[in-house]
């Protein structure tokens, strides 16, 4: 997930940079659970902040296609404020975005408290960042007895699991609120149904909980979906938004639960993660069988790849990368590039109908679910350590110039 971090710093950067968000001062009754570090971060955030970035432009045009997109700039902090003066949002989870959207929220001046178990990993992890036992952290059901908005945001797999004790917790009136549709899109095998009398929200950024939190601290904002399940209230869109706003996004994409989850499991089957290291593995594979050297292949397929061509399609597209090759190597890019979407596109259908028909859900969640899962998934990546082409790779990364050597 680190290089989709980046991807996706890099890919909100520009926008960012339009419409810097102002950090209002942070509520006193809250600044004392803060660590230091998350206090002067802020505040470093603020200072670097300017007051604009009030366009108020709702709707753009994508590439024909006219989008509606809310923006943070639309809620200032004392309209946020204002907004979730009378609620708590109860953080139920503290992995990757528990923990950027529960600091960044609480950072905004918000009530925030987290729910996860007493003794976890996570627990531990949470009062190092500064959430008080008894104050700030509590147990995971009785967080969500003193919340109004239940923030789900345990692994997917954990959400199935815990759901039949949650459930009954979540009365009429409060908000029910995730970041990825898979729970409730995939009902019949997550057995996940939001109760009929409570808003069923959803904000997902498109992107770590890590750059959720780095992009917060340097003042600018991740980009994010929202959607709306479940509208009690009559408000639970703009609350979505609101919410959005309040972890740290930038800009806030309209979807629905079902678009989201689909698009989002394939993408990451497909060229973000699966699809790009299977390909890197085959391009490798037949230089290797051809007689070129280790690193040979491995510059020719992830070096330059990662660290010359890429950047160049993140930061202008994909015309401007050609333009900047040589013509030769524009042609035959321009010959193989068809070849290799008609190969790949039986592929991507098939990937997409077994998203949609829910055997990759099935699959996550049995695999997920196991008491074993960590010990498992660390086998598997370490067959992905050890393939020639990554250990090749290390020593690769060895040599550039800003290399440290305890990174690896
Ligand atoms: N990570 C991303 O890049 C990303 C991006 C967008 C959306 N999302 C979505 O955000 C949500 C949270 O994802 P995440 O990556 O932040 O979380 P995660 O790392 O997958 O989940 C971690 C949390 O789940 C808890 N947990 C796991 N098994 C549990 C169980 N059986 N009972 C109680 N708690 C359990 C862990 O607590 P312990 O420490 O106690 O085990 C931890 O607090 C998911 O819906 C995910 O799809 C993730």
């Not at 890099?10 to 001062?25: D, E, I, W």
């Not at 959430?131 to 700030?136: D, H, L, R």
């Not at 991507?348 to 008491?371: A, C, D, H, I, P």
């Not at 990546?381 to 020593?395: D, F, P, S, T």
């Amino acid at each position: 997930m680190a290089s989709l971090a980046r991807s996706a710093s890099q890919a909100v950067r520009a926008a960012s940079r339009r419409a810097p968000h102002v950090l209002a001062t942070v509520k006193p009754a809250q600044t004392a659970s803060f660590s230091v570090l998350a206090r002067a971060s802020a505040v470093k955030a603020a200072q670097r902040s300017t007051p604009q970035g009030t366009r108020g432009v709702k709707t753009l045009d994508f590439a024909g296609t006219k989008e509606v997109v809310y923006e943070r700039s639309d809620w200032p902090l004392a309209k946020l404020q204002d907004y979730f003066k009378n609620d708590t949002l109860a953080l139920i989870g503290y992995g990757s975005q528990g923990h950027g959207q529960g600091l960044n929220a609480r950072d905004n001046g918000l009530n925030v408290i987290v729910g996860v178990r007493k003794g976890g990993e996570s627990w531990k992890q949470a009062i190092e960042d500064g959430w008080v036992p008894g104050e700030t952290l509590f147990p995971i059901e009785e967080a969500i007895q003193k919340g109004t908005i239940i923030m789900n945001l345990l692994s997917d797999a954990a959400q199935s699991q815990t759901w039949p004790t949650i459930a009954p917790l979540i009365t009429k009136g409060k908000t029910l609120y995730f970041s990825h549709g898979f729970s409730v899109v995939f009902k019949d095998d997550t057995h996940v149904v939001p109760p009929s009398d409570v808003d069923v929200i959803l904000v997902a950024p498109k992107g770590s909980g890590r750059t959720v939190r780095t992009l917060f601290k340097e003042g600018r904002g991740i980009n994010s979906s929202i959607a709306v399940w479940q509208d009690v209230s009559g408000k639970a869109k703009e609350k979505a938004i609101a919410l959005g706003v309040a972890v740290g996004s930038g800009y806030l994409y309209e979807t629905t639960f079902e678009k989201e989850v689909y698009s989002d499991l394939y993408g990451e089957r497909g060229v973000l993660m699966g699809g790009i290291q299977g390909l890197f593995l085959a391009q490798y594979q037949v230089l290797r069988k051809n007689g070129h050297s280790p690193s040979e292949a491995f510059n020719e397929t992830v070096e330059e790849a990662t660290q010359s061509l890429y950047p160049l399609i993140g930061e202008k597209g994909m015309d401007y990368m050609f333009n900047a090759c040589s013509t030769t190597a524009r042609r035959g890019a321009l010959d193989w590039a068809p070849i290799f979407e008609k190969a790949n596109v039986p592929i991507f259908e098939q990937l997409y109908e077994s998203v949609r028909n829910g055997t990759e859900t099935r699959k996550s969640l049995e695999f997920n679910g196991r008491s074993t899962y960590r010990e498992d998934l660390n086998k598997e990546l370490e067959v992905i350590n050890n393939q020639e082409i990554w250990r090749a790779g290390k020593v690769v990364r060895s040599l550039r110039p800003d290399y440290k050597p305890d990174s690896e």
